[in-house]
């Protein structure tokens, strides 16, 4: 079966711009969370929904946003760019959450310059 | 001090070492713990799965779970070429509606010929 589908795979924007990230989970998976990876700082949350609503989210500033459609695809927007923003994003989908597992996509390298 | 904390490494064996792999962690609510493999430019891959503690293993690799010490391991027999990638353990509990992972920083390991 397919496995989790992050696009686009490569982003480069401007400071200052916006970009809008998305990912379409496992077939039948309800719940999406969103990484940023990073050399310095590893694997950080930044949000998880399940049926369309946030229950969970991280410690990011409000640029950051996300959301998740009826078929449970999702996306993340992120607003005005900045370097430090400069990293791999990544989806994971799962059946319900902890009890279930995590797959992760392959990621989007988004590059600030 | 991080919640989790992981070896860096790089950790470089001979083909066909056992290698250890391991992470401390410090928050007792964690009940899932999970390793992840990640190879260069792919996203992370899930090796293994434990709920509570005790020992599982699936072909050359055995994951150990010991919730006093707050310690888990991951032991890969017969070493591979193949097995080079960056090595992540991740955990997590489930209040009921929401579930986050919380990711060590990896630690890269190189088999050589």
């Known amino acids: 079966k397919a496995g989790v589908t992050q696009t686009p795979r490569y982003l480069i924007k401007t400071r200052g711009q916006q970009v809008t990230l998305s990912c379409s989970p496992i077939?039948?998976?309800?719940?999406v969370s969103w990484y940023q990876q990073t050399p310095g700082q590893g694997l950080q949350f930044l949000f998880e929904?399940?049926?369309?609503?946030?229950?969970n989210k991280g410690n990011f500033p409000g640029r950051f946003s996300g959301r998740q459609f009826s078929n449970s695809r999702s996306e993340m927007n992120v607003s005005t760019l900045e370097l430090g923003d400069s990293a791999l994003y990544l989806c994971?989908?799962?059946?319900?959450?902890?009890?279930?597992?995590?797959?992760f996509g392959s990621g989007t390298r988004l590059t600030v310059v | 001090q991080k919640e989790v904390e992981q070896d860096p490494g790089p950790l470089s064996v001979p083909e066909g070492a056992i290698v250890s792999l391991n992470c401390t962690y410090s928050?007792?609510?964690?009940?899932?713990f999970m390793w992840y493999r990640q190879y260069s430019r792919k996203g992370p891959e899930l090796l293994m799965y434990t709920y509570s503690s005790g020992n599982k293993e699936d072909g050359r690799f055995t994951a150990q779970v010991d919730k006093s010490s707050k310690y888990i391991s991951l032991f890969i027999r017969d070493s591979q070429p193949s097995d080079s990638a960056t090595y992540l353990c991740?955990?997590?509990?489930?209040?009921?509606?929401?579930?986050?992972?919380?990711f060590g920083t990896g630690t890269r390991l190189q088999v050589t010929l």
């Open positions: 077939s039948g998976h309800r719940s």
């Open positions: 928050n007792s609510a964690f009940q899932y």
């Open positions: 991740a955990m997590t509990y489930y209040t009921g509606t929401a579930s986050k992972l919380t």
């Open positions: 929904y399940f049926s369309e609503t946030q229950r």
């Open positions: 994971a989908s799962s059946l319900g959450g902890a009890s279930y597992g995590y797959t």
